[in-house]
């Protein structure tokens, strides 16, 4: 276990290897948070450009937009403006489930691009764009709209997909949704979010084309829930057993026509914070829709959670709520009781984005482990803030990492388990650290909700209880 | 004049958000604080004080507003 005063003097070993400016500008990056007391996060900077010359982990603006929020509307085009590379790459990496014909009506997992080449580059692609989007309509006609997700050349040869977008749009009678979130804007895939909430107010939204539903008493929207592995299912399932009805996914197996009947719903639920806040504020603000953040990691949040949803409506909802807690006590306490023996008192150290940075500690500790590491890739302050109430031990806390610095304090601390992405993987499991790929659930997942709970606390067991980890000698040894 | 937006967290407590700076805190005492005059000062849990031109009633949460901030 580490004490506050290991973990600073860990902290200047870390900063010492670099030069004085860049030491004094990380140093702002990282802190302790000390056990009880949980200050000290709030302090930090956050949400700045990267250090120049060290490995970060890092997207970029079109990825916060094309890969996160606007990629897993599903009967949407999302068109990839631009070199063919960006979406090629990124085509579905991030496992946004979604039940449908792909091709027909759902186009989730395909990539569509301009494919921009020196020619597009030099005399602009606007032409060309507006060829592709009767293309695209003409071929796939199920679609419900097309989104043109601009990569960075468009933005650096100024075309104007607004106006083709507009005139596109008149003509076919669908929203067509020029979303200006280059890679170069913003210092991460942060700025990508706020770019596309920003575009779902002014074009789906402001559209003022919605089929108003039947409102319900008991209306929920989802937002912020990608369905990774399914995460939104087994997220939608405990609110519609205990009585109240999601009519929207934003956007995992999302549509259309959710986002535009969500200004309806009496409350909006918020699982990613970082990624939808914005248009949860605006809804507040526009139609006085409340939001309300969950937790749907690990059942001590899950129950929590059920219950603050609960308060928010009548009797029937808060008797709905208990019973759900109540119908899945038995699976938790057998899930937890096989588990956590297996598990107890193994460390975790994190490094990932969004929300899991502080929702997935609850879960950990369901299952008798600490998170004695965690950071955010491109978290905010009010992330941080918001992470203080998670962490329940002496904690290293560290904001947009360096590949160096992850792996020095990896190194030191030795946890028995780390949490981060693809391209940490191979790296922690060469120096003999058991690791779980924490962006799309290592091919695994839901980890939401109660059945994820089951999922979650097996992929766990399997990955640190895994033989191999006997049969290879790490390089400290 | 940065842009804030006050609404009310879970718990009740008047929450000020500014934007510009990812700035989320609860609002700790307003210097009017009556049906027919609120605003003025806004004391921020992280000790910052930002002060926003009386409105002439209690507003309606959520609000969007112009503030500025106090240099004390
Ligand atoms: S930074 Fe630019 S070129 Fe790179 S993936 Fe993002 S949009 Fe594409």
Redesign the interface.
Known sequence: MLNKEEAQRLIEEVLAAYPPDAAADRAKHLTVVEEATGEGS?GIT??RKSQPGVMTIRGCAYAGSKGVVWGPVKDMIHISHGPVGCGQYSRAGRRNYYVGHTGVNAFGTMNFTSDFQEKDVVFGGDKKLAKLLDEANALFPLNKGISIQSECPVGLIGDDIEAVAKQKGAEMGKPVVPVRCEGFRGVSQSLGHHIANDTIRDFILDRQESTANEAGPYDVAILGDYNIGGDAWASRILLEEMGLRVVAQWSGDGTLAEMERTPQVRLNLLHCYRSMNYIS?HM??KYGIPW?EYNFFGPTRIADSLR?IAARFDSRIQEGAEAVIARHQPMVDAITHHFRPRLEGKRVMLYVGGLRPRHVIGAYEDLGMQVVGTGYEFG???DY?RTNEDLSNTTLIYDDASGYELEKFVERVRPDLVGSGIKEKYVFQKMGIPFRQMHSWDYSGPYHGYDGYAIFARDMDMTINNPCWKMMTPPWR | MPEIMLRRNEKGELLCYVPKKDLEAVVREVEFDQEERWGGRLYLANGEILHLNPLPARPRLPLTARAHKVTT
Do not use: Y
Request: aromatic content about 0%; hydrophobic content about 25%.
């Open positions: 709030c956050a949400n504020r507040e603000a309300m603050r905010h302050n009010d803030e």
